[in-house]
């Protein structure tokens, strides 16, 4: 089969399935997010948040959800990214820069604006949360709309989330790392490239190498002070990928294949339960009233969907690429609107940038919260209304 064009009405079997993984995905999440916070918010409170504290092999449990489980998250997306180069709606550079500009739009624009309300102060580290978007809260709103929206928006939608992965992936590397080792480091990129070596010139086709190699990756990675969640990210471009997108005989895609239920209803419940168990404070709403939970904020509720419908704008303006046939401008916004729930990933940068500040990463994900929820809400209504 080949790769849908971002014209096209009909979706291939793969987006399909993709899709409605993450729209069973986004259900499970929000309940596991309902329950974590009403757990930790009852009698049972200091027990939970004691059991995600608990220590294990030197790290929490907490931590060996965002340090290991994670990075199979990371893997995942890093598969789904190569498939989208390679194959997908990005490999036609036509067809993919529609949404890598808006990606840029939807993570220039609210980093903007968390930096100009908490610039020179303790919170400026935060300028990163609200620039990634939920990929699968976002399509699992979308999937609830059905035939009301055009195809080649869920198509938009995915792409453009898949870069604004991408784009959270290197703010990660450059921003969120300190005290790098190097002769860690240099020991996990030598694995990199033996594992390159084993796909591009031994041309190994068995998965096994790449795992044993990406979890001793992943230790050297974790050593090195970089986030060993980046380990899974590299680990996917070393796994040998067929460009014929439905070849089942191909590495990359039987492990794409083989995670797709993993991450969905176990890798990211857990994220969710490990994470979102807050303790709200009596005074949680004046936290929100704070610089750093205003620029998240601004930059999810506002900046996103004006940073996606702006560099969109301007890229059609300039000629450079054009709108589908059957998506127009309030779909683009709607989308921005959509774009703007950040959840799991901008939960993730919380921890990095505010890593033993309990109180700021607390009033953060309250933030985060709000502002998802109303992204949700209102991109649904919008898109509802806009069909």
Not at 105 to 117: E, K, N, S, T
Not at 136 to 148: D, E, H, M, N
Not at 177 to 204: D, E, I, K, M, Q
């Amino acid at each position: 089969m080949t790769p849908t064009s971002l014209t096209g009405t009909n979706l291939s079997a793969t987006f399909q399935r993709f899709f409605a993984s993450e729209k069973a995905g986004g259900i499970v999440l929000i309940l596991c997010t309902v329950l974590s916070l009403l757990v930790a918010n009852s009698a049972l409170g200091p027990a939970w948040l004691g059991f995600w504290h608990y220590q294990v092999a030197g790290l929490s449990v907490e931590l060996w959800v965002n340090d290991l489980l994670m990075a199979v998250f990371f893997l995942f997306v890093g598969l789904e990214l190569e498939r989208e180069l390679y194959s997908g709606e990005l490999s036609d550079f036509k067809n993919a820069l529609l949404p890598i500009l808006a990606a840029v739009g939807g993570i220039a624009v609210p980093a903007l604006l968390h930096a100009g309300l908490n610039a020179g102060t303790p919170t400026q580290a935060g300028a990163g949360i609200p620039m990634a978007t939920d990929i699968a809260f976002a399509l699992g709103v979308l999937a609830l709309l059905g035939s009301r929206i055009p195809a080649s928006l869920k198509i938009f939608l995915t792409a453009l989330a898949v870069m604004d992965d991408l784009g959270a992936i290197i703010v990660i590397a450059v921003f969120y790392t300190a005290h790098v080792s190097l002769p860690y480091l240099a020991g996990a990129l030598a694995v990199f490239a033996l594992l390159v070596v084993c796909n591009r010139v031994l041309r190994v086709m068995a998965l096994l190498p790449y795992l044993l190699g990406g979890a001793l990756m992943w230790f050297l990675m974790l050593k090195s002070g970089v986030h060993a969640t980046i380990a899974g990210v590299l680990l996917a471009f070393a796994i040998p990928f067929s460009s014929r997108q439905e070849d089942v005989a191909s590495p990359s895609h039987r492990l794409e294949h083989a995670l797709h239920r993993p991450v969905a209803f176990l890798i990211l419940p857990l994220f969710a339960l490990a994470n979102t168990g807050i303790n709200i404070p009596a005074d949680w709403q004046a936290g929100l009233l704070s610089p750093n939970s205003l620029g998240i904020m601004a930059g999810l509720v506002l900046g996103k969907p004006a940073g996606i419908l702006l560099l969109s704008w301007l890229a059609v303006t300039l000629g450079w690429c054009r709108l589908p046939g059957d998506m127009g401008w309030r779909h683009v916004l709607g989308a921005g609107i959509l774009g703007g729930i950040g959840f799991t990933m901008s939960i993730f940068i919380t921890n990095l940038a505010f890593a033993g500040q309990a109180d700021v990463v607390t009033a953060s994900k309250i933030a985060i919260l709000a502002a998802s929820l109303a992204a949700g809400v209102m991109g649904f209504g919008w898109l509802r209304l806009a069909r």
